[in-house]
């Protein structure tokens, strides 16, 4: 290398030499990022996916190599299925209600004259909240025999419901409260997406008769925001599947395991009861959701640019 | 829009916008209105319980007497601000490693970072605690920021905001002298605060409000993060029947982000719009 150098004269040999420093800059600059992606991420996932395979139990001397047994648990055991199942019904009304509120909330907050700014803020609200205080405020308002909406059901003529106490409204109600904290984060998301939209892509949809209203929502807004609500769907479907404070703060789980999700499970599978083969199982199968939704998202947004 | 458009659109979309509103505001507002209520009246079929300044003091000074907020937000404080320093100066130079250096193993990297943004924080949890616990290291600061600070969105966010850099500026700055982190820091940097006000605002409010890290590796009250420590307010024998104090401790803990960002929401919703316009 040094002979080339010095064969192709002096003005390559700075060349190679800047080449070289560059890269040995390269290397010491990306080092710490990298060697801690190693041993912070890479080495405890694949480390994962090794334990998930084992009976491992925190505390004990040694373990077994179990096969899948870990994951036929999973699709087997009672307490898992339901929690699976929980997971599914709480993702099919999460996502599609607060992505799909969001996107008219951020379209119509747009469209607002001076309480726009005022409404941003009412909606930003919920992203910066903490949501184990704001879960106990909800809890207080929805208290089963004197809380403020209960009050209002019987002021109008309705009867009490037991929201977070009655295994058939439990899991909805953690729903609702799961939906008021999404819903803000999209729309944060949806006004920055929209604020994007050239607007001489509007004047050019209004003299095309795209001038307001839903046709001009169907012609041009809806179209430029794809690609952010394919962003927040799957930002959506992967924060609720990680759903973990309002079960671990409101209900732990019941009423007799109405609330029993994906993420508490595996919480209490390997931090309660320390059998950490299975919780790691059910992290994997955390895992393989996150980075489908993830491909898929990818995906879509390779197929959009080819056909845009 | 002419008036005439904006009168008839008033109608039936804005009134349940103002509905949509109330009921986001309504934990907040209930939230605060049942910290100034008398423990005994909040739960009388009243619909709304008797308020009154002094019974808000009486509610704030038992919060703050049963459960030390104060060492849980200065916890939370100390944490937030190790975690987001040491992700800016291992994610920072490693963006600008990624979006204008050319060395051996780049690519490689950059696809370690991508698929790094896929994993969840959940996965690589459960050997982290195992290691932790194995090394005595529960219950300390270390276990709270440590898992945290190399964030993969971080280094992406900043290596796609370097790369639109021009690189005739980093020439120049090369002969001028400059090192290479030193442009990092004096050029890259600066010229991407938009990026890092956007980060530094979610990653504040993502690890204020953690409760499940703090929850694996936290037993011992003096070492508890807010969300931690109003769980376990809330879990604990003192704020039994005590709903007044249990709320005046969430207005407590949730007030310091809430005020502050609302403040700078404006520039998050600019920084959120470059880093999606990019």
Redesign the interface.
């Known amino acids: 290398m040094a002979l080339a150098g010095a064969a192709a004269g002096p003005l390559s040999q700075g060349a190679t030499r800047a080449?070289l420093m560059?890269?040995?800059?390269?290397?010491?600059?990306?080092a710490?990022?990298?060697g801690?992606?190693l041993v912070?991420?890479?080495?405890?996932?694949a480390?994962?996916l090794t334990?998930s395979l084992t009976d491992y139990a925190?505390g004990m001397p040694g373990f077994n190599f179990i096969g899948l047994d870990n994951y036929r648990d999973m699709l087997t055991d009672a307490r898992f299925r339901t929690s699976i199942a929980n997971t599914a019904v709480y993702l099919a009304i999460v996502t599609p209600v607060s992505v799909l509120?969001a996107l008219w909330?951020a379209i119509?907050?747009d469209?607002?004259?001076w309480l726009r700014g005022v409404?941003?803020?009412?909606?930003?609200?919920?992203?910066?909240?903490?949501?184990?205080?704001?879960a106990?405020?909800?809890e207080?308002?929805l208290?089963p025999?004197?809380?403020?909406v209960n009050?209002?059901l019987v002021?109008a003529g309705g009867d009490k419901v037991r929201f977070l106490s009655d295994p058939d409204t439990a899991l909805y109600t953690l729903a609702f409260i799961g939906i008021?904290k999404q819903?803000?984060y999209n729309v944060?998301?949806f006004?920055?997406?929209l604020?994007?939209i050239p607007k001489d892509l509007l004047e050019a949809g209004s003299i095309d008769g795209a001038d307001?209203?839903w046709s001009r929502f169907f012609l041009v807004t809806l179209p430029m925001l794809g690609p952010?609500t394919v962003f927040v769907v799957v930002i959506t479907l992967?924060r609720a599947f990680?759903e973990?404070?309002t079960v671990?703060?409101l209900t732990r789980g019941g009423p007799v395991g109405s609330t029993q999700m994906v993420?508490f499970t595996?919480?209490e599978e390997?931090?309660r009861y320390f059998k950490?083969g299975m919780?790691?199982a059910l992290?994997?199968s955390?895992?393989v959701f996150?980075?489908t939704v993830?491909?898929l998202h990818a995906r879509f947004l390779d197929r959009r640019v080819h056909y845009v | 829009?002419s008036d005439a458009?904006?009168i008839r659109?008033f109608g039936i979309?804005?009134a349940m916008?103002a509905l949509?509103?109330l009921?986001?505001?309504?934990?907040?507002v209930?939230?605060i209105a049942?910290s100034f209520a008398p423990p005994a009246e909040?739960?009388?079929?009243?619909?709304i319980p008797p308020l009154s300044l002094a019974a808000g003091w009486d509610n704030y000074t038992r919060a703050v007497e049963q459960a030390p907020l104060l060492l849980y937000m200065a916890n939370g404080a100390i944490v937030c601000a190790a975690i987001l320093v040491l992700q800016v100066l291992?994610?920072a130079?490693?963006g600008?490693?990624?979006a204008k250096?050319?060395?051996?193993?780049?690519p490689v990297?950059f696809g370690?970072?991508v698929l790094?943004?896929?994993?969840?924080m959940?996965?690589?949890?459960?050997?982290?605690?195992?290691?932790i616990?194995y090394a005595g290291m529960l219950n300390t600061y270390a276990a709270l920021i440590?898992?945290f600070?190399?964030s993969?969105i971080a280094?992406f966010l900043f290596r796609q905001f370097f790369l639109s850099y021009p690189d005739e500026v980093i020439d120049a700055a090369r002969l001028d002298g400059f090192g290479?982190?030193s442009i990092?820091w004096r050029l890259m940097i600066p010229a991407a605060w938009p990026a890092v006000g956007a980060f530094a605002t979610l990653s504040i409010?993502a690890h204020?409000?953690d409760?499940?890290w703090p929850?694996?590796v936290i037993t011992r009250s003096e070492m508890m993060t807010?969300?931690a420590g109003?769980?376990s307010f809330?879990a604990s024998g003192d704020s039994t029947g005590d709903?007044s104090a249990?709320?005046a401790?969430?207005?407590i803990?949730?007030a310091p982000?809430?005020i502050a960002?609302?403040f700078v929401?404006r520039h998050?919703?600019r920084g959120?719009?470059m880093?999606?316009?990019k």
């Open positions: 080449h560059q890269a040995r800059a390269g290397h010491l600059l990306a710490p990022a990298a801690l992606l912070m991420l890479f080495l405890p996932s480390l994962v334990l925190f509120l909330l119509v907050i469209a607002q004259g409404y941003q803020t009412v909606f930003f609200l919920p992203v910066t909240a903490t949501l184990v205080a704001m106990t405020a909800w207080v308002l208290h025999t004197f809380g403020l009050n209002l002021l008021w819903v803000g944060l998301l006004t920055a997406g604020s994007t307001r209203g952010v992967i990680s973990f404070e671990a703060v993420l595996l919480y390997a931090f950490v919780a790691a992290a994997v955390f895992l996150v980075a993830s491909i | 829009m458009a904006r659109r979309g804005d916008l949509t509103a009921v986001t505001v309504l934990p907040f209930w939230m049942i909040v739960y009388t079929g009243r619909l291992i994610a130079p490693a600008y490693a990624l250096l050319r060395f051996g193993g780049r990297l370690a970072v790094a943004l896929m994993i969840p959940q996965v690589p949890a459960i050997p982290l605690y195992v290691a616990a440590g898992p600070i190399v993969p280094i290479e982190l990092v409010i204020w409000n409760l499940y929850l694996v807010p969300p109003l769980a809330r709903t249990l709320m401790a969430g207005v803990i949730t982000l809430v960002f609302v929401q998050l919703l959120l719009t880093v999606a316009a």
